[in-house]
């Protein structure tokens, strides 16, 4: 495979993409289903239209853009990602994944040639989940990990339902959600963290995504007078919490496979500050990419947290509060994405992701495979997120030759 | 000396004063200048002028019942402490100290011994600074510690004056607050700490009260995506600061003279479980019995978090917010509380006061004593604060002794 992606073309769309909702200090603000999705969608079908590519819209507002293969039985390969945005949020994060597909199809259609299997470029209704909270929203009911109707009844703060909205807009679609074959899925989007940035290279072989348990830890001590309690008979709570969390801290650094470890919310009760301290609540967020690591995690956590409680005379409860599984794409996917790569000659590693993405989703229903670029400085859900052009091209070249591969394997 | 004081007629005095402001679990709420303070005012004066005492109220709603001595021109001695309580306070904060010096009056009534010396039993007015936010208003005045106009200005939570209460309970005095010579003052008073009951001593030697300085600490670390973000990349302001907090535990427990150290108050910016934490502010409750020791900690609590700052590529900001110098008792009236305990065949020990109490803004202004008492597990501020009959019977008796030394002594 020798086509080639245009690079500028690309980065023109992404940043006409991001005149739309474009916020005062260069992110972008386009809420899922509001009048600044919509322009973004209408804009996205304009392009695909001028494409040739043919539209459908499903139940949920996801959007197929079909560019036809000579088989038109064949179960179609799908490249996408989302083109809503975090209210405060930058230019590439999922619409970057569209544009590429877009560009993709572009290139193929420069190239005059035509795959075997059709390529849908796909974009997904609400991946960020901060208007409706529902993050994958789209993906994860395609991939009958949620029910369309509880989706479809959410609301926003407002009391809007994704129902109503997505009438408003003109996007509740005749086509059902999800339910028919898909060859592949490959989404590229940017890392969202700074290992490739750091590591100087261009593509992150995205092998599955970490599996994540939080937990809620509630450690009870006995209230008492700053003035008056000696320091040996203290019963303070924030003190045994403390040192549960710098271990915690500790194990996270010490840990193969190496997990995330985050003590994100900390209360203190009663919270006055010549009170001694009767209880202290705060949660732990552990991520690791296996199962089997974030296993032994818990087990960790919960022996380290007793072992202080006890030596200090404290109360204490852990409630494992959300729990989500690893995700390992598909073998022959990771491998394609990697192989595009070295072909390329672009430098690559092998990376899991932090943070959940719409062919996570997917992935149970289909193999599925993604690609990360670098950002600047590993900032995300900012406006100042930033991924130079160079990437850009890079992850999209990447994207091109495996949707073609899988678009021509039967 | 041989007077002894009568420990069911104190007892008696102590349950019947109870009885006003009493809670359903038990307790006191009698706030300062409510209906209930001027009740327990009433029933006070009540009895004092059954005593023979003659009543002097300030401009500041002090009240002082003299029992008259030989020289009607000496400096009296005073002894007392509070009427008011915190909302759900217990019946011996403060009450206790008023009614001894009651019943010391009462003992040398029984035994006719007129001292040299006048005898001043004094209620200081809100104490506890409860419901007009400066504790130890009327003492404090009265040692000239803080301006009359802006006490009397004080406003409740309803946006009552202090002004104005006094006037509607009648307690708003002709005499001046303060600028009479003080031969010495002794205050009696449960220990709102648990050392006395653990080491089995009936009297506390007050030395003195423990000075304070309260820290507020800001720690200055870089958000970032709980999933994302590698441990060794992560400037986390709570890791931070819960290792800070966890060093100044420990530097309490090895520090000599024992201080006492607190981390009451903690806040974790932004607070999300999923976002490492960009901010952290705690404060630090410091106390310690003597000044050089306080100046030792604050350099060392400085030392302490600027270590782990620097190691951890996090900002600093320490802000000291309150200074309360330590004080000592005079000498001779320390002496004397102890050789009293000694002769009466008390255990004793002798203790810094870590709470703030009226003897400590007198001591300023005239020579100062204070007897401790234990009070059950050391729990004070609470409706199940107890103290046994026979410890207010021994903590009473030294009181006379050293009274009736002081008035004696010309």
Not at 18 to 41: F, H, N, Q, Y
Not at 72 to 97: E, I, N
Not at 155 to 180: M, N, T, Y
Request: proline share 5%; glycine share 12%.
């Amino acid at each position: 495979m020798n086509q080639t992606i245009n690079s500028d073309r690309l980065w023109q769309s992404l940043m006409e993409m991001a005149e739309i909702g474009k916020t005062p200090a260069g992110g972008v603000c386009r809420l899922a289903l509001s009048d600044e999705d919509l322009a973004g969608r209408n804009l996205f079908i304009e392009w695909c239209e001028a494409a040739g590519l043919s539209i459908r819209v499903d139940e949920l507002g996801n959007i197929f853009a079909r560019r036809a293969g000579t088989d038109a039985d064949a179960a179609p390969v799908l490249t996408g990602s989302h083109l809503d945005s975090q209210p405060l949020g930058g230019r590439f994060d999922g619409v970057y994944g569209v544009m590429a597909g877009l560009e993709v199809v572009r290139a193929l259609n420069d190239a005059e040639l035509q795959t075997t299997r059709p390529i849908d470029i796909v974009a997904w209704t609400n991946e960020e989940g901060s208007r409706f909270p529902a993050g994958c929203m789209g993906s994860s009911v395609f991939a009958g990990r949620r029910e369309l109707d509880v989706m479809l009844d959410l609301q926003d703060l407002a009391g809007l339902s994704v129902r109503d909205e997505l009438k408003r807009i003109g996007f509740d679609g005749p086509e059902k959600c999800g339910g028919f074959p898909v060859a592949a899925l490959y989404e590229v989007h940017i890392e969202q963290g700074p290992v490739l940035e750091g590591e100087g290279k261009a593509i992150g072989v995205v092998t599955g995504a970490q599996g994540m348990r939080c937990f809620r830890v509630n450690v009870k001590g006995v209230e008492g007078h700053a003035g008056t309690l000696p320091m040996n008979q203290r019963r303070d709570a924030f003190q045994g919490a403390a040192r549960m969390a710098v271990a915690i801290d500790e194990l996270a650094n010490t840990f193969q496979p190496q997990p995330v470890m985050t003590v994100g919310v900390v209360a203190v009760g009663p919270g006055a500050r010549s009170t001694i301290p009767g209880s202290t609540m705060f949660m732990v967020d552990c991520r690791c990419p296996d199962e089997q690591g974030l296993e032994q995690l818990e087990t960790e956590i919960r022996s380290i947290c007793q072992g202080i409680a006890e030596a200090r005379g404290l109360g204490l409860e852990i409630e494992l509060i959300t729990t989500i599984p690893p995700i390992t794409f598909d073998a022959t996917c990771i491998t394609a994405v990697r192989d595009a790569a070295e072909r390329r000659g672009f430098a690559h590693r092998d990376i899991s992701s932090g943070a959940g993405h719409d062919a996570c989703h997917v992935s149970v229903v289909a193999p599925v495979g993604m690609i990360f670029v670098p950002c600047k400085d590993g900032i995300s859900h900012n406006e100042v997120e930033y991924a130079s052009p160079e990437d850009i091209a890079s992850g999209c070249q990447v994207l091109l030759d495996v949707v073609v591969e899988a678009a021509n394997k039967i």
